[in-house]
C-alpha cells in the first residue's frame, strides 16, 4: 500500500487539489448556503405533486396533473432503480453536493482525457482546468441546467475511451466507454449526447482514412466493434430512460404535428426552424472566445454606478440609487439572441494555444479538433449561416428535434483546450525539432495580441455594438423619457458603456496572451524551466477563467439553507386550496402561464414550464389561446380558478369560473369529424358538457346506436391519484362520458366494473368513454407497457456492465509476464 501511494503521489497531490478549488469556489454551499438557480425553481414546481405522492406511496407517480394539463413524469423526475448509473450517482453526490460534484466531475473528466493524450500529469491538470472552467459550464450550473452541466462533464472521458479503444486496448477501453456512455445517457441530456456523437462521428472518419492509408482495418474494425457492443450495452443499461422518452417524444413538439403547418419555416415534424433556431451564436460573436464581454456579457445587471448610462439618469434627474436600478435592467448584450446569461469564454491564453496548436501540432487528433470544431462552430451559427444549418436541420437524422443549437459550443470548449494543451506537450517533447518555432510563436502573438490591442483602443472599428432591434428598443426608451431627443442620448449613453466593456476586457486578453506567449518564448528560449512554465501557465489560466466565471456564479449566487424557499405561497393560492375538491385546474395570468411551474407547486396547472409539451396540448395552444383565451377550452379543462393581476395597483387576484365543466361529465351528443383540422375548429365555440367531438378514427369502439340522452345520469370523482382515478356513474342508459383529463394513449387503460373498455379520444385532447346504462365504477390506470419493459431491460444490462468491470479489474491485476493483460 506505502508503494501504490508513492507510486501515485503525483495523481493524489493533484486530485487533492482540484478537490480544494472546488471548495473555495464553492465555500458558501460548504458554509451551508445554497445556490438559486431559476430552473430549479421551475423544476420544483414540476416535481411538488409527485414527490407528495412518493413520500406517501413509497415511490413516484408516472403521471402528474399539476402540468399542462396532465403529463407523464419521464421527463420531470423518475426514480430509474434498475439502472446501475442511479446509484453511481447517489454515491458522488453522497460525498460531493451539488453543484460542486459536476465541477468535480469536470476536472476529473478532463485529466483523464490528457493522460489518455500521454500528457504529463501536471500539464494534464492544466488542461483539465481549461477544459473545466470555460464560462459556459458554470453559467449552466448558475442557471439551473443541472442535467445538461452532468452531460457535459462525461463528454471528456466518453472521448478518452474512444481514444483508447482506436489506441487498441481491448479491455478497458470499451468498458471505460460503457461506463462513462451510460452515466452520459442516464443524464438524460439527449441534445448534449447527440452533439458528441457528431463530432466523434467526425473521429472515426477520420480514423477509418488513416486505417485505410496505413492498411490496418482489421485494427479499426475490431475497435469499432469493440465500441459499437460497449454502446449498445449503455444504451440497453439506460433503455428505462430512452425507451418511454423516444415513445413520448413521438407524441411531443418534438414529434409530428397532427394539423400541417403553414408558416415559413415550420415543421410538420420536429420542432419549427425558428423555435429550434432561437439561440443561433452570433458569426460575429465568436469574438467572445478571445474577448469575453466583446459582446456586453449577459443580458442585463452588467453596468454599475461608474457606467455613462447610470450618469445619462442622474443628469436627468433620477437619485442614484434609482438609476443604478434602472441601469441593472438595461441590456449590454447587443447579439441577436433573445437574452443570454454570459459568452462562451475559453479563455484567451488558451485561445492563443489553440491557434499556436493548429501550426505546430502534428497528426490525426489535431485535424479531427480542427474539422469538429469547424463544423460545431457553422452548426452553432443556426438562422445566421443557414446553409449548413438547414442541410442538417433537413436531412440529419433527429437534428430538428433540438432547440437552443448554440449549445453545440460544447465540443469546442472541449477540443479547443484539447489542442492548446497538445501544443504546449509539442513544445515539451518536440521544440527542437519544430522548423522556424520562433517566428510561429511570434507571428501568432502578433496576430492575436495585435487583435486584442486594436479592439481595446479602437473597439468601434471592430464592433457595432447594436443589434438589429437596437433602435426600436431606443424609441421605446424616448417615448418613455419624453422624446427623440433624450432616446437618442441614452442610446449613446449605452454604446460607450457597451464599448468600454470590450475595450477592458480587450486590454484584459491581450495582457493575459502577453504573459502566455513569454512563457512559451522564454522557454524555447531555454530561458524557463518546463516545471515554471507549467505551474505559471496553470496559475494564469485558473486566474483568467476563474475571474470570468465569477461575473455570472458567485458568492452573490447563495442564500442560507435555512431560507431556502424558491416559491412562496401567496395569498392568492392560499385562499385557492381552501376548495377541497382535487380536481379543478387553475390558470395563473400574473406571469406567462405556459412557461411558469410556480403555480404547479400549489395547484394543479394548465400552465407550466417544459420543453418537451405534447403536440396536442401545444396544438390547442397555438389555436385556441393566440391572441385570447378561448373560454370554452378552460371550461373543458375544468379551469375553476384564474389568478390575475390588478392593473391599476398591481395586486393579485382570484377569479372564480363558474363555468368550469367539472372533472367528468355526460353529454348531450357527439359529433365525429373528419381530421384534426376540423376538430380543433370544432372546440373553437362550443358547450363542453352538451356536445362532444371525436374523430372518426374511433367510430368503430363505439356503438352509437346505443347513446341515448343522459337525463337523470351522474358521473363524480370518488378518488384520486396521479396515477388512479376512480369514478362513479349511474344512468338509465348508455352515455358518453367525457373526462377532464388528457389523453395519452401510451399507457392509460380504463376499466368499467373491472373490465377493460377503449379510452375514446374526445374534444381533440380529453378522454372519454361510453358507459353503460346503470351503476358504474370506473378507473383509470396509468402503467405503460414501456416502463415495465424497460426497466427489465436496465436491469440485466446493469448486472452484465458491473459484471464487465469486475472481470477488468481481475484481469488488471493478474501479471503475465509482467504485463497486465488486456492492456495496452
Known amino acids: 500500500m506505502k508503494q501504490w501511494f508513492k507510486d501515485n503521489s503525483t495523481h493524489l497531490a493533484i486530485i487533492a487539489i482540484f478537490i480544494v478549488l472546488v471548495f473555495f469556489y464553492f465555500s458558501p454551499i460548504f458554509g451551508g448556503k445554497t445556490l438559486v438557480q431559476s430552473d430549479v425553481m421551475q423544476a420544483e414546481g414540476s416535481q411538488k405533486e409527485l414527490f407528495d405522492y412518493r413520500a406517501k406511496d413509497g415511490h413516484a407517480p408516472l403521471w402528474t396533473n399539476s402540468m399542462f394539463g396532465g403529463m407523464p413524469t419521464y421527463q420531470i423526475w423518475y426514480e430509474h432503480a434498475s439502472n446501475v448509473a442511479s446509484y453511481i450517482n447517489k454515491g458522488i453526490r453522497a460525498v460531493f453536493p451539488v453543484p460542486a460534484d459536476i465541477v468535480l466531475l469536470y476536472l476529473f473528466g478532463g485529466y483523464f482525457l490528457f493522460s489518455v493524450l500521454r500528457l504529463k500529469p501536471w500539464l494534464a491538470a492544466v488542461g483539465a482546468i481549461a477544459l473545466a472552467f470555460t464560462s459556459y459550464n458554470f453559467i449552466y450550473i448558475e442557471a439551473g441546467h443541472v442535467n445538461k452541466a452532468y452531460a457535459i462533464a462525461y463528454l471528456a472521458p466518453i472521448i478518452a475511451s474512444v481514444l483508447l479503444c482506436f489506441r487498441g486496448s481491448r479491455l478497458w477501453g470499451p468498458i471505460l466507454l460503457c461506463l462513462f456512455l451510460t452515466m452520459e445517457i442516464r443524464t438524460n441530456h439527449v441534445q448534449i449526447t447527440y452533439y458528441l456523437f457528431i463530432a466523434l462521428l467526425v473521429y472515426v472518419f477520420i480514423e477509418l482514412f488513416y486505417a485505410i492509408r496505413d492498411k490496418k482495418i482489421k485494427g479499426f474494425a475490431q475497435a469499432s466493434a469493440l465500441q459499437v457492443i ?53 458569426v460575429g460573436e465568436n469574438i467572445t472566445f478571445l474577448i469575453p464581454n466583446a459582446y456586453g456579457g449577459r443580458t442585463g445587471g452588467t453596468l454599475d454606478k461608474n457606467s455613462e448610462v447610470v450618469k445619462f439618469f442622474t443628469k436627468i434627474g433620477a437619485p442614484e440609487n434609482q438609476a443604478l436600478q434602472y441601469a441593472e435592467r438595461i441590456p449590454t448584450y447587443w447579439g441577436e439572441k433573445m437574452f443570454t446569461s454570459g459568452p462562451w469564454y475559453f479563455g484567451a491564453g488558451v485561445f492563443f494555444l489553440f491557434i499556436l496548436g493548429l501550426f505546430i501540432v502534428k497528426g490525426r487528433v489535431k485535424w479531427w479538433v480542427l474539422s469538429a470544431t469547424a463544423l460545431c462552430m457553422l452548426l452553432a451559427f443556426g438562422r445566421h449561416f443557414p446553409l449548413v444549418s438547414d442541410l442538417f436541420f433537413d436531412y440529419f437524422p433527429m437534428y430538428n428535434k433540438f432547440r437552443a443549437v448554440e449549445s453545440i459550443l460544447v465540443i469546442p470548449a472541449i477540443l479547443i483546450p484539447l489542442l492548446g494543451m497538445l501544443a504546449v506537450n509539442e513544445l515539451f517533447n518536440r521544440a527542437s525539432e519544430i522548423p522556424k518555432l520562433d517566428k510561429t510563436v511570434l507571428y501568432t502573438f502578433i496576430a492575436m495580441g495585435g487583435f486584442c490591442l486594436l479592439v481595446g483602443l479602437m473597439p468601434s472599428l471592430f464592433l457595432d455594438f447594436k443589434n438589429s432591434g437596437h433602435q426600436d ?291 381533440y385532447l380529453l378522454r372519454a368513454l361510453q358507459v353503460p346504462g346503470g351503476n358504474h365504477n370506473i378507473e383509470f390506470i396509468f402503467a405503460p407497457d414501456s416502463i415495465r419493459i424497460s426497466n427489465l431491460i436496465s436491469l440485466v444490462a446493469s448486472i452484465v456492465l458491473v459484471l464487465g468491470l469486475a472481470v477488468a479489474v481481475f484481469f488488471s491485476f493478474r501479471k503475465k509476464d509482467g504485463k497486465v493483460v488486456g492492456a495496452k
Open 473 to 763: 428598443y431606443i424609441n421605446n426608451i424616448g417615448q418613455q423619457l419624453g422624446g427623440q431627443s433624450a432616446g437618442a442620448e441614452f442610446s449613446n449613453a449605452l454604446i460607450k458603456d457597451r464599448s468600454s466593456l470590450a475595450s477592458k476586457d480587450a486590454y484584459r486578453s491581450f495582457f493575459i496572451i502577453a504573459i502566455t506567449f513569454g512563457l512559451v518564448w522564454f522557454y524555447i528560449k531555454k530561458k524557463l524551466s518546463m516545471p515554471v512554465f507549467v505551474v505559471v501557465l496553470g496559475i494564469v489560466t485558473l486566474a483568467d477563467l476563474w475571474a470570468v466565471d465569477k461575473r455570472y456564479l458567485n458568492n452573490d449566487s447563495f442564500i442560507e439553507e435555512k431560507a431556502k424557499t424558491h416559491i412562496v405561497e401567496r395569498e392568492v393560492d392560499q385562499l385557492i386550496r381552501l376548495d377541497k375538491d382535487p380536481s379543478y385546474r387553475v390558470m395563473d395570468l400574473t406571469t406567462n402561464p405556459f412557461s411558469d411551474a410556480r403555480a404547479s407547486y400549489f395547484h394543479k396547472n394548465i400552465g407550466g414550464y417544459h420543453a418537451a409539451k405534447l403536440m396536442r396540448f401545444q396544438e390547442v395552444l397555438e389555436h385556441q389561446f393566440n391572441g385570447a383565451i378561448n373560454e370554452d377550452v378552460l371550461d373543458m379543462f375544468n379551469v375553476r380558478y384564474l389568478i390575475t393581476q390588478n392593473p391599476q395597483n398591481g395586486a393579485e387576484q382570484i377569479q372564480r369560473r363558474s363555468t368550469a365543466a367539472g372533472n367528468a361529465w355526460f353529454v348531450n351528443k357527439v359529433t365525429f369529424v373528419k381530421d384534426n383540422a376540423q376538430e380543433m375548429q370544432a372546440i373553437s365555440s362550443f358547450d363542453p358538457t352538451k356536445e362532444a367531438f371525436v374523430h372518426e378514427s374511433f367510430k368503430n369502439q363505439l356503438n352509437t346506436s346505443k347513446l341515448g340522452l343522459p337525463s337523470n345520469a351522474e358521473i363524480r370523482l370518488v378518488s384520486y391519484h396521479p396515477d388512479t382515478l376512480k369514478y362513479e356513474s349511474t344512468s338509465p342508459n348508455d352515455a358518453f362520458a367525457v373526462f377532464s383529463e388528457v389523453y395519452y394513449e401510451k399507457g392509460w387503460k380504463a376499466y368499467i366494473d373491472g373490465n377493460e373498455v377503449p379510452i375514446i379520444r374526445a374534444d
Open 230 to 282: 460497449a454502446a449498445a450495452v449503455a444504451i440497453l443499461v439506460n433503455a428505462s430512460v430512452l425507451f418511454p422518452t423516444y415513445e413520448y417524444s413521438k407524441l411531443t413538439i418534438r414529434g409530428k404535428a397532427n394539423i400541417q403547418k403553414v408558416e415559413q419555416g415550420a415543421s410538420d415534424s420536429g420542432l419549427d426552424r425558428e423555435y429550434a433556431y432561437q439561440w443561433s451564436q452570433g
